[in-house]
């Protein structure tokens, strides 16, 4: 379990390294979203997983980790042509390699279960954690997993707290965690919807 301190009055939120709501998008530049923040706001929201249940959530957790290493190592590589993903994806293709791209489709993929379960959450007051993560596990990752991988991933859901221990390890002010997290996820949800839909164009393609 995380031993993150929520500091005094505040929200789970405030621990985070970066929000997305602080992720640059340049509405001029076709929404182009800056590479830095976004990863560091995705690295900061695979955080949320440990109080969900780190073991049963680890392997969902690992999985985003590994995406955002795929992203940063090309990030790294060629750094004036990843200023933006859409940039990093359009180059990195040129290279005929297809590695951070893939990276950034399944950390799409996972961004967006994240975002609808928790959004889904938040707007049914009596529904259970684990059975909105169910649901959104349905509509997103579940489509492209292999018959190996579904039945872990099942298991996270299934091992998700009661919907009255998860909110209270947000914080204790529970009308500023919902706000927060409703703000939080508004912008998530903008910022996936970007991605999906420049990741289904043809120049992300390989």
Not at 102 to 108: A, N
Not at 126 to 149: C, N, Q, W
Request: glycine residues 4%.
């Amino acid at each position: 379990m995380a031993n993150t301190q929520i500091p005094e009055g505040g929200t789970f939120l405030d621990t985070f390294n970066l929000s997305f709501t602080k992720v640059p998008v340049d509405k001029e530049k076709n929404n182009a979203i800056s590479t830095s923040e976004f990863l560091a706001a995705a690295e900061s929201l695979t955080t949320m997983f440990d109080l969900l249940g780190s073991v049963a959530f680890s392997p969902v957790k690992k999985d985003m980790i590994g995406n955002i290493e795929k992203i940063r190592k090309r990030q790294l590589a060629a750094p004036l042509e990843s200023a933006t993903l859409q940039d990093l994806v359009r180059n990195e293709l040129k290279t005929k390699s297809h590695t951070a791209t893939e990276g950034l489709l399944w950390l799409v993929r996972g961004l967006e279960f994240t975002c609808i379960a928790l959004t889904k959450n938040v707007g049914n007051p009596t529904e259970e954690v684990a059975d909105s993560f169910r649901a959104a596990y349905g509509v997103t990752l579940k489509p492209h997993h292999s018959f190996m991988i579904k039945p872990i991933f099942s298991a996270a859901m299934s091992a998700c707290p009661y919907r009255k221990d998860f909110y209270a390890k947000l914080g204790s002010d529970q009308e500023k965690v919902e706000a927060e997290l409703k703000e939080y996820l508004v912008a998530l949800e903008s910022i996936v919807t970007i991605l999906k839909e420049f990741l289904a164009s043809k120049e992300a393609k390989w």
